[in-house]
């Protein structure tokens, strides 16, 4: 049974930074592709950051591209979202969760919700302007 729990959120001014971590049990966490989502109120969630299995690959949307960064630490079962540059848009329940393959071809499929089989509650990252 796989379990997530997201951490490292909270309220920070525009500008500043925040790491989100994402916690994992089970042992299919180093053969499978993790992705970070996002819902803002009254907004569908979206897709914001993935990684493949082994961390060599690593993809964002346009909105994050530059200031965020996904890493994964397979030895402790453990996913990173780094966001800098945090503005009042990335307000927003964050989710971590865990895809069914090792890796995707790109952006376009790691969007694709129904590939992954597990999520977090989330964590909220609040930015005040």
């Known amino acids: 049974q796989v379990q997530l729990v997201e951490s490292g959120g909270g309220l920070v001014q525009a500008g500043g930074s925040l790491r989100l971590s994402c916690a994992a049990t089970?042992?299919?966490?180093?053969?499978?592709?993790m992705a970070w989502f996002r819902q803002a109120p009254g907004k569908e969630r979206e897709f914001v950051s993935a990684?493949?299995?082994?961390?060599?690959?690593?993809y964002y949307a346009d909105s994050v591209k530059g200031r965020f960064t996904i890493s994964r630490d397979n030895d402790k079962n453990t996913v990173t979202l780094l966001m800098k540059s945090l503005q009042p848009e990335d307000t927003a329940l964050y989710y971590c969760a865990i895809n069914k393959w090792p890796a995707l071809r790109g952006t376009d499929d790691y969007s694709d919700q129904t590939t992954f089989t597990h999520w977090g509650r989330g964590t909220q990252v609040t930015v005040s302007s």
């Open positions: 089970g042992n299919t966490f180093n053969t499978k592709a």
């Open positions: 990684i493949n299995w082994n961390g060599l690959n690593r």
